[in-house]
């Protein structure tokens, strides 16, 4: 939901840059964007976005490795428009406004998250002994959790197909084709990773703690399963988003 209100945000608020190249050439009228919605319009969909974030924060982790990765994307989005657009950095200062708010909002809630619990237990002792404790796991705990309990999670097939993609996109990337829409599924997979790894300690005790690949596998298949069925005049990268 955070993802889909954050590119329909975009969407709306820098119409000349992610809409196709005929309508971004179309200088003077009023453009429209993927959902008919006139430009100008980005308001709720820029609240809305907040309040998805801000559920996903309170939910777990992860949502901060996600914020960064959007945080930059955007970031680049308004440099985009800046080189596209031919426009000085004060013509700039209302979208690098809106980022500041976003960010501040991400700060926000990740140091309040540890003065809150300073507040209520008096110290960060027990939190960063817990992190600690849970760091000590040996390789050959971490191995053969790994040799178990992801393959009972996800099976065989979806791991191999997920991460093929995963690999895949990454080579595309490095010739420059990689898609705009495909960092979605890249974000929640270097998340859910970063996430498992960080937290290896909870992984071995927890065996559902895999949930976090849950949306990149999920992309990420349904990209692939769409790929080998390829139908005319189709762009399977929308389908497969729509089919996760």
């Given at each position: 939901?955070?993802?889909?209100?954050?590119?329909?945000?975009?969407?709306?608020?820098?119409?000349?840059?992610?809409?196709?190249?005929?309508?971004?050439?179309?200088?003077?009228?009023?453009l429209e964007t993927a959902d008919g919605a006139p430009e100008g319009r980005w308001g709720r969909w820029f609240g809305l976005m907040?309040?998805?974030?801000?559920?996903?924060?309170?939910?777990?982790?992860?949502?901060?490795?996600c914020a960064l990765v959007f945080a930059l994307h955007w970031l680049a989005v308004i440099a985009r428009r800046r080189r596209v657009e031919r426009l000085s950095f004060k013509q700039l200062l209302p979208d690098l406004g809106l980022l500041s708010v976003y960010s501040a909002l991400v700060l926000g809630l990740f140091v309040g998250h540890f003065l809150l619990?300073?507040?209520?237990?008096g110290s960060l002792s027990e939190l960063h002994g817990v992190f600690e404790a849970r760091q000590v796991v040996g390789r050959t705990m971490m191995v053969n959790h790994l040799?178990?309990?992801?393959?009972?999670?996800?099976?065989?097939?979806?791991?191999l197909v997920s991460f093929g993609w995963f690999f895949h996109r990454g080579w595309q990337?490095?010739?420059?084709?990689l898609a705009r829409r495909d960092l979605i599924a890249f974000t929640f997979?270097?998340?859910?990773?970063?996430?498992?790894?960080?937290?290896?300690?909870?992984?071995?005790?927890?065996?559902?703690?895999?949930?976090t690949l849950v949306p990149f596998t999920s992309i990420a298949c349904a990209y692939v399963l769409v790929l080998?069925?390829?139908?005319?005049?189709?762009?399977?990268?929308?389908?497969a988003l729509r089919a996760a």
């Open positions: 939901l955070w993802g889909y209100c954050y590119l329909r945000f975009l969407r709306a608020r820098f119409p000349t840059v992610l809409a196709t190249d005929d309508v971004a050439s179309t200088r003077g009228h009023r907040l309040l998805s974030f801000f559920w996903a924060a309170m939910w777990d982790w992860p949502a901060y490795y619990v300073t507040i209520v237990v040799k178990v309990v992801p393959l009972l999670m996800f099976t065989a097939p979806i791991l990337a490095v010739r420059g084709r997979g270097i998340a859910g990773v970063l996430h498992y790894y960080i937290f290896r300690g909870t992984a071995v005790i927890h065996e559902f703690w895999g949930w080998g069925r390829p139908t005319e005049g189709v762009d399977p990268g929308k389908v």
